[in-house]
């Protein structure tokens, strides 16, 4: 609701909540309390064939690439570069081919008069989604 209502402090608070929160779900501790990992805390190990495992790593992923995504979009907003391309790098790392990530990055180079990148982004985002969606 703060995004809509142009309340970026706000959003971002709640954006790096969120994130802390799953970083939380994903701490040894609360995958252990779900049955996800195994063993004592020196040799803990993941239970590799646990479907529960691959379930919350992949929605935890896809969350964080989400929040990593609307912080960058938050901070352009607020005209904080670099700060929006560490986040958008964030995002990347998670998911190389992230349309979003790519063009909002992109934005930010080219605020910072970074043209090379800004075009190398934004040429990337557009091969990813060719007729804008």
């Not at 063993?39 to 990593?68: C, D, M, P, W, Y």
């Not at 560490?86 to 180079?109: F, I, T, V």
Request: hydrophobic share 35%; charged share 25%; glycine share 6%.
């Amino acid at each position: 609701m703060a995004f809509k209502n142009n309340e970026f402090v706000s959003a971002i608070r709640s954006y790096h909540h969120a994130l802390l929160c799953v970083k939380g779900i994903l701490s040894k501790a609360t995958m252990k309390e779900l049955g996800i990992l195994t063993g004592n805390n020196s040799s803990t190990v993941l239970n590799r064939g646990n479907s529960k495992e691959q379930e919350v790593t992949e929605q935890a992923k896809s969350l964080k690439i989400s929040l990593h995504n609307n912080l960058a979009v938050c901070l352009i907003k607020q005209s904080k570069w670099e700060r929006a391309i560490s986040h958008c790098d964030e995002a990347l790392a998670l998911q190389p081919n992230n349309c979003k990530a790519m063009y909002r990055r992109g934005l930010a180079y080219l605020e910072l008069g970074n043209f090379d990148r800004a075009g190398d982004d934004i040429r990337k985002a557009a091969r990813q989604q060719p007729n804008g969606n």
